[in-house]
């Protein structure tokens, strides 16, 4: 994995880097898009002089906010539609109501904590534009999530990279991403077993 992620940041750069944050951030296809992994890859290779850290951790920022802002649009829009429709097999706008509510009284710490949850941070920002959660309100916490989940993921690759010993660099860096993509999973794992422990209670 850690090879693939190296060659795929040396080959596309920036820009390749940006692209996926955008597409996992903004677009229903990216949720199986590497976030946090990549973010990590790109700072350590930073730490290697082959990026610059604050174009990379800037640029990153700004897609992550930009793929969040596509994404609460696309609720938004779909949400209006969803309102209007009757009742279905399929669909109940009882639980858009829910959803509603849920994000009038939990959206804020949502949007901030959904970026470091692998999935969930691409429907979290879909949900809070069906949920009709106010727009600046999106944006601010949008704002600080994204701020929060791009410079500390990419730092601690950069400076991960910089305490390590050249000769050593392959011997630790798999299993740390490996580490890391663990760690971001298990939140989302017990978060589904909780909510089936509900459900059968």
Request: hydrophobic share 50%; proline share 3%.
């Amino acid at each position: 994995m850690h090879f693939d992620l190296l060659q795929l940041i040396k080959s596309l750069g920036y820009f390749g880097v940006w692209g996926i944050i955008f597409a996992e951030s903004g677009l229903l296809i990216g949720f199986f898009l590497p976030g946090d992994s990549l973010l990590f890859t790109a700072g350590f290779i930073a730490s290697q002089n082959l990026l610059n850290i604050w174009i990379l951790i800037i640029g990153s920022f700004l897609f992550a906010v930009i793929g969040d802002n596509l994404g609460y649009a696309t609720g938004n829009k779909l949400g209006r539609r969803l309102f209007q429709k009757e009742d279905s097999w399929l669909f109940h706008k009882k639980h858009l109501i829910k959803t509603q509510k849920f994000y009038q009284q939990h959206g804020k710490k949502t949007i901030v904590l959904a970026r470091f949850l692998p999935i969930i941070r691409t429907f979290a920002p879909i949900v809070a534009g069906i949920g009709v959660m106010h727009y600046r309100t999106f944006m601010f916490y949008n704002l600080i999530g994204g701020l929060g989940w791009t410079f500390s993921i990419t730092l601690l690759g950069f400076f991960l990279g910089k305490s390590l010993p050249a000769e050593e660099v392959d011997k630790y860096l798999l299993p740390i991403i490996g580490l890391i993509i663990i760690v971001s999973l298990v939140p989302s794992v017990l978060h589904v077993i909780k909510e089936n422990r509900t459900k059968r209670h």
